[in-house]
């Protein structure tokens, strides 16, 4: 049966693997929470500005980076519970990169930046903000411009690492009830 309270199937769960033609049910019968059942607000703010120099004929140099400030708070539709707005204090997130043109068509490059993403509207289960994601990117690669422009080409090698990256904890889905908003 469908409850449209808490927007939730109820029954016992469907077994693909003894699926029997003559005994269907039209309802799905696992919990099946509407995927539009939160209502995040987040508002993000950002000055970026970068810096390009031709330190010599073939070479260039990119510097720059980004001032970041977000805020969050979470609606649950279905209970009505708001999670208390967050304010994230500004960040800001270097870049930098160095270009050398190999012919008119070629040119190579390696670049660095720093990572920085907010989530602080995801939740432990016991009801914590997660810790930002921080981290770096790494990259070289090769550019070609073919074609007389027409035609880009391109090769390259990275490597970003991330601390504070959020996965699904399987014994707490989300909203998990630790969650303001669960």
Do not use: M
């Not at 490059?109 to 790494?138: M, P």
């Not at 959020?166 to 303001?180: E, L, T, Y």
């Amino acid at each position: 049966t469908y409850d449209n309270d808490s927007q939730a199937y109820s029954g016992f769960a469907y077994n693909p693997f003894t699926y029997d033609p003559r005994n269907f049910q039209t309802k799905p019968t696992t919990f099946a929470r509407a995927a539009g059942a939160t209502t995040l607000e987040r508002e993000q703010t950002g000055l970026y500005g970068s810096l390009r120099l031709a330190i010599a004929e073939r070479t260039k140099l990119l510097l720059g980076g980004r001032a970041s400030r977000w805020e969050t708070s979470t609606l649950n539709r279905v209970t009505g519970a708001t999670s208390a707005a967050y304010k994230q204090s500004t960040v800001f997130t270097p870049f930098t990169a160095l270009t050398y043109d190999l012919t008119p068509v070629w040119t190579t490059y390696a670049s660095y930046a720093t990572i920085f993403r907010s989530q602080a509207d995801r939740f432990t289960a016991a009801g914590e903000r997660l810790d930002a994601v921080k981290g770096n990117n790494v990259e070289l690669g090769l550019k070609g411009a073919l074609l007389d422009g027409r035609l880009n080409a391109s090769l390259a090698l990275f490597r970003t690492l991330e601390d504070n990256r959020s996965s699904v904890d399987p014994d707490h889905p989300s909203p998990c009830a630790g969650s303001p908003t669960g």
